[in-house]
């Protein structure tokens, strides 16, 4: 009993049983029940009565016994008529004994007698069924049909509630063996369907959750290698050169540490970008002031690098989303734009209504990327080459934090060569 299906299969039979037995019960009362007269049978027992009735009366006791024979033949019984004291009109017998076994309770769907009285109380016709009729055997094919009807029933119900839980189960316990990738795609709109996308929404997390902290891991040890190897011989020329030497290495520690340390504040960036949706806040944003605010920001970056920052100004534009993460989108890809513009070229930052989308255009007038890296400039740490990041500071780290950010708000960005220069195209839901 352990099984659902079984249970289910096997209350569902309970309960059909128990209405069955329920319909033999009232439905046998209904019929021999001396006063009822509401039930089918009943009905037509008084009707019965009735002609009798009037054939007694009109015909005398052969006119009687004409009719009760063709009754009797009819229904397959005993009929018998008798006055209101229960003297049978056609022999004379004191039949009360009758009356007493119509009175008594009815064996199961088995009735002796039955007996109905006329509207004035005249008259009483009983009626004694042959043996089997209309006994629990006379109805019991119709009873085998309906039987199985509900064992087929209780059958593909329970298959049809049980088989998307076996589902479930198996796309659970693959889940919990490392497979991160499996899911119910269940499509059901009831009770079960909504636990199944319950589980899919919650796998779906933790595979996103588990793959950005293993993808880091991976990509952090890879980019620590690197500036860890160089501050080691650093720390071993400053130990053991004098002068210049020992300020060259002082020098390279620094500059190391720096980059470690842009390193880290970047990967707490990403940390936050690919961490849990369900935990961002989400609230109304004005794109037009933040885009604004981080063109001033950016400025003096651009005036440092010899380059300025073009803002075509846009109309009240509204998002919901997570400001914070809007907003490190479009600094780290405007930065971006302006750490690769030459000098005394504009770096050209606009934003306007893309129909369904905000859209936000940043360009830059510089080289430009190879076309068979576009595809990957939003992956993490990945570098078209030495010049375009690590000369620049970078450490491949910015893009992909947009592209992360983006997608949390259910947008797009991409990376298109404008020749000359690069053009960003950030496409956010209004």
């Known amino acids: 009993m352990r099984s659902l299906f079984t249970k289910f299969v ?51 006791k052969e006119g009687l016994g004409r009719f009760m024979e063709r009754m009797n033949e009819t229904f397959q019984g005993q009929g018998m008529l008798t006055d209101g004291q229960f003297r049978d009109l056609l022999t004379g017998a004191d039949r009360r004994d009758l009356y007493e076994k119509a009175e008594q309770p009815t064996r199961f769907y088995r009735p002796q ?29 119709q009873y085998l049909w309906i039987a199985a009807a509900m064992v087929l029933l209780s059958y593909f119900a329970a298959i049809q509630l049980t088989s998307p839980l076996r589902r479930l189960q198996k796309a659970v316990e693959r889940f919990g063996k490392g497979d991160l990738t499996s899911r119910t795609e269940s499509n059901r709109k009831d009770e079960v369907g909504r636990l199944a996308r319950a589980f899919d929404e919650m796998a779906e997390r933790i595979q996103t959750l588990l793959s950005a902290e293993r993808r880091l891991l991976m990509d952090i040890s890879h980019e620590l290698r690197s500036p860890l190897a160089r501050l080691a011989v650093a720390i071993e020329l400053a130990r053991t050169e004098a002068g210049d030497a020992r300020e060259a290495a002082l020098n390279r520690i620094e500059k190391e540490a720096d980059r470690l340390n842009s390193l880290v504040a970047e990967l707490l960036q990403v940390t936050r970008a690919e961490g849990d949706p369900a935990s961002r806040r989400v609230e109304p944003v004005r794109l037009d002031e933040l885009v604004s605010s981080v063109v001033e920001d950016c400025s003096l970056e651009a005036d440092a690098r010899g380059c300025r920052l073009q803002w075509n100004a846009a109309a009240p534009m509204t998002i919901h989303g997570d400001a914070e993460l809007i907003r490190r989108a479009v600094e780290n890809v405007v930065r971006n734009a302006i750490r690769h513009a030459p000098a005394s070229t504009p770096v050209e930052v606009s934003l306007d209504n893309g129909g369904p989308s905000a859209r936000i255009r940043v360009r830059d007038y510089g080289p430009g990327v190879p076309e068979e890296h576009l595809p990957h400039i939003f992956d993490p740490f990945y570098r078209v080459d030495t010049d375009r990041n690590r000369a620049s500071g970078g450490v491949g780290l910015g893009l992909a934090i947009a592209r992360r950010a983006v997608e949390l708000h259910k947008g797009r960005i991409q990376a298109t060569n404008s020749h000359p220069g690069l053009l960003m195209q950030i496409d956010l839901p209004v």
Do not use: C, K, N
Request: charged share 20%; hydrophobic share 50%.
């Open 10 to 60: 096997l209350w569902f039979l309970a309960a059909m049983a128990i209405t069955m037995v329920g319909f033999v019960f009232f439905t046998s009362r209904s019929m021999t029940a001396t006063r009822g007269r509401g039930h089918p049978m009943g009905r037509m027992l008084s009707f019965q009565l009735e002609e009798a009735r009037s054939a007694y009366e009109t015909g005398g």
């Open 113 to 141: 007698v039955i007996a109905r009285a006329s509207r004035d109380g005249r008259y009483w016709l009983f009626v004694m069924p042959a043996r089997g009729r209309p006994g629990f055997s006379f109805f019991l094919p």
